[in-house]
């Protein structure tokens, strides 16, 4: 595949609203999981909550779209100068020629959930004032960045679990690479609410403590949220011959400390509808397809950014297929026990993370372990390494056996 610039990039999480302060909490290993206080839930959990998302306005040409996860996206969109970055591509080619595919799994639940409190007492009708085409539904939240940012290209949203903001990467490089849009705004936006909270407490998936992938005690996840964000261009701006796929491209305008996407891979195991694959094998695919793209061999991996959940049979799972195919030396991590597990934002989150990684030159060290699991062979880093990068693979595997591995690098 042609590789495709990160032009620009965003995130808001837990850790962090915008790079600068996720990058600092990165480098200091410090997580940003607290004991859940989130609405009525009551639960002994950890979660990973974005402080200020209730106070979030929308613009008021948008507020019928209010719900948290749209006013998450709102927060994320306002950080590193990314809608200005998004309105001089635009001006660039045309607000048609600019793409948005976004990542998410709950969308608006809680609107409904908050909702359903409010119900007629008498007939149970929902309140007058409930849109559920502009809150739950999951097309919202790509619906209101599109209009946010002004675009006028075509608009789609992924939601297939955990791999749902990785694999909105892909769907814009098709998209670029048959000339159909010149740019795109890709990422993910979740947001927390009931519905996940009980639901992975329901299937004993929720550990009582903050998540340790990869640790020996290693018992469930940490649900967090974030809206991560990447705006993808080819990085031919002259692009002789837009828009008919094969002709000739002038050479790659890139900077040395740019950072692009080379390759995407996606598999789809369909092993179980919510455990992997014992031996990994959708995963291990997925990695593989991502290299063939990028016509990399393994060894031009300096490091891994795992899905790494801290479930027993995720973190096995993965463990199996990274050994598989890179070996025991090439090193990797989990940023889950500083983020949590953000669900359909995830890949979209930890994009970005590798992102900061290649541009700052280090390797995050993963959180809350104590002791590593030595049934896990793979090479998991427990702390931050300052080191020069040259690729990276982030790992995004999802309920039903839906894999998606990206692998960014350095222009020079």
């Given amino acids: 595949m042609v590789p495709l610039r990160l032009t620009c990039f965003t995130a808001t999480s ?19 999981l607290t004991p859940c206080d989130f609405e009525t839930a009551d639960l002994r959990t950890y979660i990973g909550e974005v402080p200020g998302v209730d106070e979030v306005r929308l613009p008021a040409e948008l507020a019928p779209f209010n719900c948290r996860n749209n006013r998450l996206a709102e927060l994320g969109l306002r950080q590193d100068g990314f809608a200005d970055a ?20 709950t969308a608006g639940i809680l609107e409904t959930e908050q909702a359903y409190r409010r119900r ?75 519905t996940t909270l009980y639901g992975f407490h329901s ?20 649900v967090g949220e974030a809206a991560a964000f990447v705006l993808l261009e080819r990085p031919d701006r ?17 900077a040395a400390d740019d950072v692009v996407l080379l390759g995407v891979g996606e598999s789809s195991d369909a092993y179980h509808m919510s455990a992997p694959h014992p031996e990994g094998l959708g995963a291990r695919h997925a990695m593989q397809a991502a290299l063939t793209a990028a016509h990399l061999p393994v060894d031009a991996v300096d490091y891994i950014n ?25 090193p990797g991590s989990s940023t889950k026990g500083a983020t949590g597990h953000t669900l359909g934002a995830a890949g979209a989150l930890e994009a970005v993370i590798c992102a900061l990684a290649l ?36 790992n995004s595997f999802g309920f039903g056996g839906t894999n998606c591995s990206l692998l960014l690098g350095r222009a020079g």
């Fill in 306 to 330: 795992f899905h790494g959940t801290g479930t027993l049979s995720n973190d096995r799972s993965e463990s199996r297929a990274v050994v598989g195919l890179f070996g025991t030396s090439t």
């Fill in 86 to 105: 998004v309105a001089r591509v635009a001006g660039r080619y045309t607000a048609a020629r600019v793409g948005v595919f976004i990542g998410t799994s």
């Fill in 120 to 194: 007629d007492p008498v007939t149970g009708a929902l309140p007058a004032d409930f849109e559920y085409a502009k809150t739950q539904n999951s097309f919202s939240v790509a619906d209101y960045v599109r209009r946010r940012l002004q675009l006028r290209g075509p608009a789609a949203v992924v939601s297939c679990a955990c791999a749902s903001s990785a694999k909105v990467f892909a769907s814009a490089q098709r998209m670029i690479e048959v000339g159909l849009i010149d740019a795109a705004v890709v990422g993910g936006v979740d947001s927390l609410c009931l």
């Fill in 359 to 394: 541009r700052h030159e280090f390797m995050p060290g993963g959180l809350n372990i104590s002791r590593h699991d030595p049934a896990l062979s793979a090479c998991y880093l427990r702390e931050t390494r300052r080191v020069r990068l040259g690729a990276v693979l982030s």
């Fill in 14 to 32: 837990c850790i962090g609203q915008g790079l600068a302060p996720m990058l600092e909490s990165l480098l200091a290993g410090r997580s940003g």
């Fill in 238 to 254: 002259e692009r002789p011959g837009r828009g008919r796929p094969g002709c000739a491209r002038s050479a790659l305008d890139l």
């Fill in 203 to 222: 299937l004993q998936l929720s550990s009582a403590a903050p998540c340790r992938p990869f640790d020996v005690a290693r018992d469930g996840i940490s």
